[in-house]
């Protein structure tokens, strides 16, 4: 069964929007630990929309589980998450107008500015992941340059209207994974995921982690954080 990782970012975008003190994303990485986390994933975006700097240092010294923080690559963002030290940073693209990540990172055209950033984190002792499409070239860059894992962008999987467009999509990150398998990179998937969805993308031979937030913070609404993790948790085990 893969790793659920939980993204406690849209619990932070409800208190920045009346820039007050509560929900706190802090008090959810306790809930979802509780309903069985495996992992806390945290985007600290350049605009600062809703995660703070003040939640990834707190976060950092309360979580039990693995910490991922999702990052773009500027250097005030590498010099902080050499600060903090998080298990693991996962690299992201990053548009100042986008309401989510769009699409994956490109480490074929950035291989420079990537190498660079993936050999200081690596070196602090930080696994690093890289955000990419399930394509074999953007998997390829990503051994060359030395990170531990890719993180394939399911966006276009969850977006697919219809099951024979559903299906193209499954079928093209199932092959991609097993390339990224066959490279030695650890394979784990991301973006768009729900409740609905989830199944068939758990089902993924060697997926060891899926990261979702949205869908899980939006039933947390409705029953409780702990109860939305734990319903997540059943249904990535019935894979």
Known sequence: MPKLGINIDHVATIRQARRTIEPDPVWAASLAELGGADGITI???????HIQDRDVRILRDTVQVKLNLEMSITEE???FALEIKPAQVTLVPEKRAEITTEGGLDAVTHRRHLKD??????SNGIAVSLFVDADQNQ?????????????LHTGRYADAVGESMQHRELAKLTNAGAFAIENQLLLHMGHGLTYRN???IASIPNVCELNIGHSIVARAVMVGFEHAVRDMKKLISLK
Do not use: C, F, N, T
């Open 43 to 49: 985007h600290l975006r350049e605009d600062r929309r």
């Open 77 to 79: 963002l590498i010099q």
């Open 117 to 122: 950033a993936v050999d200081r984190l690596r």
């Open 139 to 151: 998997i390829a860059a990503s051994k060359e340059l030395g990170a531990d894992a890719v993180e």
């Open 198 to 200: 989830v199944v068939p």
